[in-house]
């Protein structure tokens, strides 16, 4: 939770530095108003919530989101609520007027550096230029279901994702066919925005792309540790690298949105 809170503000910031960024009781805010739902987002905060507790702060979450003009995502950590709050979740999520999107898993590890990666078919390119960067945006909108100007909004112009961020694209010749960042973030490597085209699934792509932007986020920082947030589609990957998983999350969205 710490660690979304903290890249998330970055990426928001960098997309709209008058951007909604809060910390308010139990309850971050992050929230570009932008048309890449991802950086629209809010995240339940305390340790230990209860089910009454848990159920106020998801309708707080839910008015704030019913206040923006485009749509993002509730993400909630199943290890910060007590047992009764975590049973009742969904059905309290329900009552506030949230659906659950979809689910995924926190995942850590202690596991750099590694070796340096290889892909028979890929070669890798560090994301520097608008071409790059509208490539892997590309891929995250084909591999998320998005219309490709959605995942456009969320990174074109950006000067922190070809500086701050070790992001790179896994190219089959002139065709980019997955991608993978790392960044710094509180003393963590956090891998952000993991995408493969659905086109060339199955291959490997993304473990190859992602080992590439550890290797590079590790040898720039000396970190060791790294962490990051898995959908359940990618989560048997990063075991394979490294990664254990630790806290289930999910994602809320307003019902209808």
């Known amino acids: 939770m710490e660690q979304l809170a903290t890249v998330w503000r970055a990426m928001v910031l960098d997309r709209d530095p008058g951007a909604d960024v809060r910390d308010l009781p139990g309850?971050?805010?992050?929230?570009?108003e932008c048309r890449f739902g991802?950086?629209?987002?809010?995240?339940?905060?305390?340790?230990?919530a209860d089910a009454g507790l848990m159920e106020k702060r998801l309708g707080q979450a839910a008015e704030i989101m019913r206040a923006k003009a485009h749509a993002g995502f509730l993400w909630v950590f199943e290890d910060l609520l007590d047992s009764e709050a975590r049973a009742g979740l969904t059905e309290a999520a329900g009552r506030v007027g949230l659906v659950r999107a979809f689910s995924g898993t926190g995942m850590a590890g202690d596991l750099l550096p590694i070796p340096a990666p290889a892909h028979p078919d890929l070669t890798f390119v560090r994301v520097s230029t608008d071409e790059h960067l509208?490539?892997?945006?590309d891929l995250n909108s084909r591999a998320y279901?998005?219309?490709?100007?959605?995942?456009?909004d969320g990174l074109a112009g950006s000067g922190l994702w070809k500086t701050d961020v070790h992001a790179y694209l896994g190219m089959r010749?002139?065709?980019?066919?997955?991608?993978?960042?790392?960044v710094e973030a509180d003393g963590r490597l956090f891998v952000v925005l993991v995408a493969t085209d659905p086109r060339w699934e199955r291959r490997g792509y993304g473990e190859a792309v992602t080992r590439k932007a550890l290797y590079?986020?590790?040898?720039?920082?000396?970190?060791t540790r790294a962490t990051l947030h898995a959908t359940a589609a990618g989560a048997p990957v990063y075991p394979r690298i490294g990664f254990e998983?630790?806290?289930p999350l999910h994602f809320f969205a307003l019902e209808g949105s």
Request: aromatic fraction near 8%; charge should be negative.
């Open 173 to 182: 010749g002139d065709l980019p066919v997955t991608c993978a960042g790392t």
């Open 134 to 137: 509208r490539a892997y945006a």
């Open 245 to 247: 998983p630790n806290s």
């Open 145 to 152: 279901g998005m219309p490709l100007e959605d995942g456009r």
């Open 27 to 32: 309850i971050a805010v992050r929230w570009a």
């Open 216 to 223: 590079e986020g590790a040898r720039a920082t000396g970190l």
């Open 38 to 48: 991802f950086w629209n987002c809010v995240t339940l905060t305390e340790v230990g």
